[in-house]
Nanobody, 125 residues
Framework: QVQLMESGGGLVQFGGSLNLFCAIS????????LAWYRQALGQERELVAL???????NYGDSVKGRFTISRDNAKSAVWLRMNSLKPEDTAVYYC???????????????????WGQGTLVTVSS
């Protein structure tokens, strides 16, 4: 089984910063994309930031220039540095991993998406 464990959420004032961390553990061959999503109360879950295995990144429009995603492939971990936080950033933040497993001797792979339990970020005005 694969487990994702997030940490780093909490209460912060407007304009403050937080670092979110997600550790991925379990049995797998590699990790493809890693991403952070968020879901505010009464809202749909939305993509915050994504990073590929090669290090390419993609950000939601509302966080560009304020948030930075990074990963450590050796440690199977991903971070989200959040600066200049606003009340509208308040949400539960979820870590997502595209886990790759080799399924036969020819090297065929299967990719499956896994989610963490989420960590609450609250930004006060």
């Amino acid at each position: 089984q694969v487990q994702l464990m997030e940490s780093g959420g909490g209460l912060v004032q407007f304009g403050g910063s937080l670092n979110l961390f997600c550790a991925i553990s379990g049995s797998f061959d590699s990790i493809n994309e890693l991403a952070w999503y968020r879901q505010a109360l009464g809202q749909e879950r939305e993509l915050v930031a994504l990073i590929t295995s090669g290090g390419s990144t993609n950000y939601g429009d509302s966080v560009k220039g304020r948030f930075t995603i990074s990963r450590d492939n050796a440690k199977s971990a991903v971070w989200l540095r959040m600066n200049s936080l606003k009340p509208e950033d308040t949400a539960v933040y979820y870590c997502n991993a595209k886990i790759v497993r080799v399924v036969n001797v020819e090297g065929a792979t299967v990719t499956k998406s896994y989610w963490g339990q989420g960590t609450l970020v609250t930004v006060s005005s």
